[in-house]
Every structure is written in structure tokens, then in C-alpha cells.
């Protein structure tokens, strides 16, 4: 997929670090001209900065440029759009609405679950200002260079949280939103060739997560399992860039527009595999994957790597539960 993206324009949201930094890596890789945010430019304490993801990406001989942007404020989100379209000619084929606020929120509650009645209330707030409004108002602005030229990729980050409990209420209901944001905006964009797809990372091996995970230690098998799912089989930080670069070049991405994708059904469809040469596990979609990770690893191991759960069971599944 070497150069595949020359002369493309793509804004990835919350890029200094994570999924968006691994994004961006590989949209610029593939050659796109690639606009990443974050609310500093330099490192700020907080493990990001926009300026060594720009190091980065000119080291694999691609172009970024940062914007710093905090997508809480609504002026600087438009700045940006204003800013995109002034210096490309009105141009802007890929966005990524990534940028998420409250990750430690979640990893919180998992270490010190309570109830939601005794959570503070500003991650719920930055949860729903970031991960949702946000990425709507990113999104009206995408659509507003993308419908006239009739052609664009709108792709919302999200995860299976969209679809059943995980973490904490306020995570789930901006992933649910987002799914929804993402199906309900490709309607209106169906008739003008623009796509709006919403994708699923798998378990990542993102900065907050290692750090994260680097002190637990397993007692029991349930917590060796969760060890294992959640670090030993995660995803580069890269790999849904990857599945990003091929919807992007993808002649039929109207097909998969409305859809919600697991970097795993990409992987799949596409043919690729992860930086490390590893084919991560797909434990929403791919039924062998989803058997081993429950205990069924016998049974498993019958199992074809290509049967995949429809989403209409999975949906049903959750929703009877
Ligand atoms: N890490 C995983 O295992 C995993 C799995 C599935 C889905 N996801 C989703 O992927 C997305 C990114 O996750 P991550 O693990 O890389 O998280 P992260 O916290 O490392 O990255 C979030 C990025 O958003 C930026 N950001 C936060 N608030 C901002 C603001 N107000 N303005 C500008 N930028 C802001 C952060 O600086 C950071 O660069 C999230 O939506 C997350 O739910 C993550």
C-alpha cells in the first residue's frame, strides 16, 4: 500500500498519542498530506505530544502537520477545518474523529469499580464533549468540503462498547453514539459518494493501556485470560491505520458505508496483517476467536478462521441479556 495515498488530505483528531498517533503514522506512510490535533503541541505531562508524531512520520518520509486544537472548544475545532480548507484548496478526502477524553476514567473504574451514582460527573462530561459532540461538529465540517467535491471518508472511532456494557456507562453511550452518528449521517451522505464508516479496534497496545497493564498481576484463571486477551493478543497501536488505508483506497467503500467494522473484519477482507507480521484476534467477530476467549478453546481450534459472527446475532445476543 506504499504511496498509495499521495495528494490525499486526511485530519486525524487526537494524534499525539494512541490509536490516532498510529493512524496517522500509516495515512502518511501511504503518502497522505496528514493534519493531526491535539491541545499541545509539545509534550504536556500527559505522555503526548504532536511534535514527536510529526518527528516520526517525517522519519518514514511522510508529511503531517499539527494543529493545536483542543476539540472541546468549538472555535478552534472550526480554526481548524477553516485552516484545512484555506491551505488545500478547499480539499479534504479522510477524517478520523479519534480524539477521546477520559480513557483513565475508565481504567479507574476498572481498578475501583463504583457505581455510577458515585462517580464524579466531569468524565461523563468530557466523554460526551469530546467523544461525541465533537466528532458530530468534525463531522458537519468534513461533510461541507467532502459533499461538493463528491467524494470523502468520514471514519468514527469507536468499540464494542457501542453495543453492550463495558467499563462504564458514560464510555458506552459515546460509543453507541458514535455507531449511530456514523450510520444515521451515511444516509444523508449515500447520494452525494461520501462514506461515513464507524471502526472497531480490538484491545490496543496504546501508551495509557501498557502503562496500565504493565503492573497487573493474575491470580486466578479468569485474570490470567484477561491478561492474555487484553495484552499478549492486543493490536499495535498502527493496525487500524492499516484497515484506514484501505477503506480509503477501497473503489467500493459505498458498499461498507452506515457499517460498523472490526480492524479484524478489515484485516480479513483486505489481507493485511499487523506491523509485527501477527494477525491479531478478532474476538467480536471471528466465532474461533470468540470460543477461545470464553474457555471453548477445543472447540475452537474446529473452528475456521473465516466463519465470523453476523451482526444481527451478536445484536440480538446482547440485546436478550
Ligand atoms: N486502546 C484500546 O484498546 C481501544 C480499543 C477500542 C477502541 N478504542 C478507542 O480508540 C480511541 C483512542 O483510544 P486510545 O487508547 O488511543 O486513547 P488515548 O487516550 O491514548 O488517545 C486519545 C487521544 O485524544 C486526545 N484528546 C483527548 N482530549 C482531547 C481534546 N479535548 N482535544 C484534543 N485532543 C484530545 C488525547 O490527547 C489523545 O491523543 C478511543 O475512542 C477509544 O475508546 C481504544
Redesign the pocket.
Given at each position: 500500500m506504499k504511496q498509495c495515498l499521495v495528494g490525499k488530505v486526511a485530519i486525524v483528531?487526537?494524534?499525539?498519542?494512541?490509536?490516532?498517533?498510529?493512524i496517522a503514522l500509516q495515512l502518511a506512510e501511504a503518502g497522505a498530506t496528514v493534519y493531526i490535533?491535539?491541545?499541545t503541541l509539545l509534550p504536556d505531562g500527559?505522555g503526548?505530544s504532536l511534535t514527536e508524531c510529526v518527528e516520526e512520520i517525517k522519519k518514514r518520509g511522510g508529511h503531517a502537520i499539527p494543529v493545536q486544537?483542543?476539540?472541546?472548544?468549538d472555535d478552534e475545532v472550526k480554526g481548524l477545518f477553516d485552516r484545512v480548507a484555506r491551505e488545500q484548496n478547499g480539499r479534504l478526502d479522510i477524517l478520523v474523529n479519534?480524539?477521546?477524553?477520559s480513557?483513565?476514567a475508565?481504567i479507574d473504574h476498572i481498578e475501583e469499580p463504583k457505581g455510577f451514582w458515585d462517580a464524579p460527573l466531569e468524565p461523563w462530561n468530557?466523554t460526551i464533549?469530546?467523544?461525541v459532540r465533537?466528532s458530530y461538529i468534525c463531522a458537519v465540517y468534513a461533510a461541507r468540503l467532502m459533499v461538493p467535491a463528491r467524494a470523502g471518508l468520514i471514519v468514527n472511532?469507536?468499540?464494542?462498547?457501542g453495543l453492550t456494557y463495558g467499563l462504564n456507562p458514560a464510555?458506552c453511550v459515546?460509543?453507541a453514539a458514535?455507531d449511530r452518528i456514523a450510520s444515521d449521517c451515511a444516509q444523508e451522505l449515500r447520494e452525494h459518494n461520501v462514506a461515513f464508516v464507524s471502526l472497531?479496534?480490538?484491545?490496543?497496545?496504546?501508551?495509557?493501556?501498557m502503562e496500565w497493564t504493565e503492573n497487573l498481576q493474575p491470580k486466578t484463571p479468569v485474570e490470567t485470560a484477561f491478561k492474555n486477551r487484553?495484552v499478549l493478543n492486543?493490536?499495535s497501536?498502527e493496525y487500524?491505520g492499516r484497515g484506514v488505508v484501505h477503506l480509503a483506497t477501497d473503489p467500493d467503500i459505498m458498499v461498507k458505508s452506515g457499517r460498523i467494522l472490526t480492524s479484524g473484519d478489515l484485516a480479513d477482507e483486505y489481507g493485511f496483517k499487523d506491523i509485527d507480521g501477527r494477525s491479531p484476534p478478532d474476538y467480536v467477530r471471528r466465532l474461533r476467536d470468540r470460543l477461545s476467549m470464553t474457555g471453548y478453546t477445543r472447540l475452537a481450534a474446529w473452528v475456521p478462521a473465516f466463519v465470523k459472527i453476523p451482526g444481527w446475532m451478536l445484536s440480538a445476543y446482547y440485546h436478550i441479556i
Open positions: 483528531t487526537g494524534a499525539s498519542r494512541g490509536i490516532g498517533k498510529g490535533t491535539g491541545r500527559r503526548t486544537c483542543d476539540h472541546e472548544k479519534n480524539a477521546y477524553s480513557a483513565k475508565c468530557q464533549s469530546v467523544g465533537n472511532i469507536s468499540s464494542e462498547g464510555y459515546c460509543k458514535m472497531w479496534p480490538g484491545a490496543t497496545r496504546t501508551e495509557i493501556f487484553f492486543s493490536e497501536a487500524s
